[in-house]
């Protein structure tokens, strides 16, 4: 959706996202320069958030330290994209576009008041958009074009930007009735759905209701994979309670989309195509190469692999990504580097040698969505990466001797768990170990004449004080800084060049 906002409140996006994604002060040059943008424009922005936009935050500004974001510990990013999509035009242009009301570029110029102009301008930008979708808007009468299924799929991503969590509560017509059919659903297929999970099955499956009462219909449809009776069964029978008919292939439709996006049952390769079941079993063969060169346990390699399979195949289905404004798989890979990094890095690097085969995913996007979908649905598998992780070495010195300084030990490795390796200098045991941090209370002057001048070393009030713990916490992130080699885990994925 940023492709769909105009410059303006593009920029004032990403302005709050520069704020939100640290609690520091950002100087309105600094700013001016990271969104590309003037001085002027910054502070127009600034006294924007502060007099107009519905965001519980502020913008305290200085004129020593600059600007910084004050927000309750409630506050979230999706609301400030939920406020920019609402007063967007192409996005507001859009939702009309759904009510198939066949306007014309004068009647929505007057309905969105805005001149016709900015219609026209809005459709052409909208047009570049909706390509990847393989959808547009024709004009005379004005209406969203494509193949039906996309056009299914395009505006379940839509209203999900739209609402998110809050579709529950936005009084959409029809929306509790077909809460009611989904609950019955899983009642009888023994599903247990969450609430939010409940309620995004709902509004997929009223997208799909509504643009079949209003007679937009698959002429025909063949699931990529088979699809169990009782599932089809099932559904057949609670959608014949409606007061219209549904057609079989829409039945298979709405069958696949459940099991694939939403429910994901066992696969059985016999319902699979000969293509498919080689899909299924390089994914296999992926998962179980990968985890044994690296030496990761994969208990539920099964399971992972369904998962896997069933985001591959819908990804096959549909055209186009499934976000508009924000891909937020890949903000949370970034947000976990520090932990995964290193899995992430040795994952990249085997899908190196799968390049040519079938089910190899190929963009940006699918990358980032096969690496999330390992880590999240691999058991264990942080518990596995913290006990792989490289430690910190440090040697402590006590003037009261060993038992002191294992004493201290214990409370570092309780303050920095999973962090550190822990010497005591009386015990002797350090042998060939590089140290790299020493923590001590004797006196910092005698120690460093038996250390070497590279190690930094940290004196402290007998046990640490808080003082001391913000030295220590400052040393350790100066040595992880160093150990990072300034790029992104996507670069190291030649296809994102």
């Known amino acids: 959706m940023r492709l769909l906002m105009d410059s303006s409140s593009l920029r004032r996006l990403e302005l709050i996202e520069l704020l939100n994604a640290s609690d520091e002060w950002w100087t309105v040059e600094e700013i001016a320069f990271c969104l590309n943008c003037s001085v002027r424009s910054v ?57 198939e009301t066949h306007y014309s570029i004068d009647d929505y110029a007057g309905k969105l008041f805005t001149s016709t102009s900015s219609i026209i301008r809005s459709i052409k930008q909208i047009n570049l958009f909706l390509d990847q979708y393989k959808l547009s808007i024709q004009k005379n009468p004005i209406a969203i074009v494509g193949p039906e299924k996309q056009i299914r799929y395009f505006y379940s991503i839509f209203f999900w930007e739209k609402y998110g969590v809050k579709i529950d509560v936005t009084g ?47 002429e025909t449809y063949t699931p990529p994979m088979k699809i169990e009776k009782n599932i089809l069964d099932s559904i057949e029978e609670l959608l014949n309670e409606l007061p219209f008919h549904i057609p079989k292939q829409e039945i298979y439709y709405i069958g696949f989309c459940f099991i694939n996006q939403f429910l994901r049952p066992n696969i059985q390769t016999s319902h699979l195509s000969k293509e498919l079941v080689i899909v299924y079993q390089q994914v296999g063969l992926f998962l179980t190469h990968f985890s044994e060169k ?19 195949v819908y990804k096959r289905e549909f055209q186009g990504q499934d976000y508009f404004l924000v891909n937020r798989t890949k903000i949370t890979l970034q947000h976990i580097d520090n932990i995964y990094h290193s899995f992430i890095m040795l994952a990249i690097a085997e899908l190196e040698n799968w390049a040519n085969d079938e089910w190899f995913p190929r963009e940006n996007e699918d990358i980032s969505e096969f690496l999330y ?21 440090v040697l402590l010195i006590s003037q009261f001797g060993e038992t002191h300084e294992l004493f201290l030990a214990e409370i570092l490795k309780s303050f920095f768990p999973n962090e550190l390796v822990c010497y005591s200098s009386a015990e002797g045991k350090v042998g060939n170990t590089k140290i790299q941090i020493v923590v001590t209370d004797a ?9 070497a001048k590279d190690i930094p070393i940290i004196g402290i009030e007998y046990a640490p004080n808080e003082r001391n713990w913000k030295n220590i916490q400052d040393c350790l992130s100066d040595i992880k800084q160093t150990k990072e080699n300034g790029k992104s885990w996507l670069n190291a994925y030649s296809h994102f060049n």
């Open 43 to 99: 502070k127009a922005d600034i006294h924007y958030y502060n007099t107009s936009a519905h965001l519980p935050i502020k913008l305290v500004t200085s004129n020593h330290r600059g600007v910084k974001l004050i927000a309750p510990t409630t506050f979230q990013m999706e609301s400030v994209y939920q406020e920019i999509l609402a007063k967007n035009l192409n996005f507001q242009l859009l939702e009309c576009l759904y009510n």
């Open 172 to 218: 959409h017509p029809n929306f509790y009735e077909v809460k009611q059919i989904v609950h019955k659903f899983a009642k009888k297929m023994n599903i247990a759905l969450s609430d939010i999970m409940g309620n995004k099955l709902s509004f997929y499956l009223l997208i799909n209701l509504e643009r079949i009462s209003n007679g937009h219909m698959l």
């Open 294 to 312: 690296n030496k990761f346990v994969l208990s539920n390699k099964i399971e992972l692999q369904q998962i896997i399979f069933h985001h591959i």
């Open 373 to 393: 979908l390992m880590i999240i649905n691999w058991k264990g598998l942080t518990n596995q990466i913290i006990e792989l992780q490289t430690k910190i070495s």
């Open 443 to 451: 006196q910092v002057e005698v120690v460093k004449k038996k250390i």
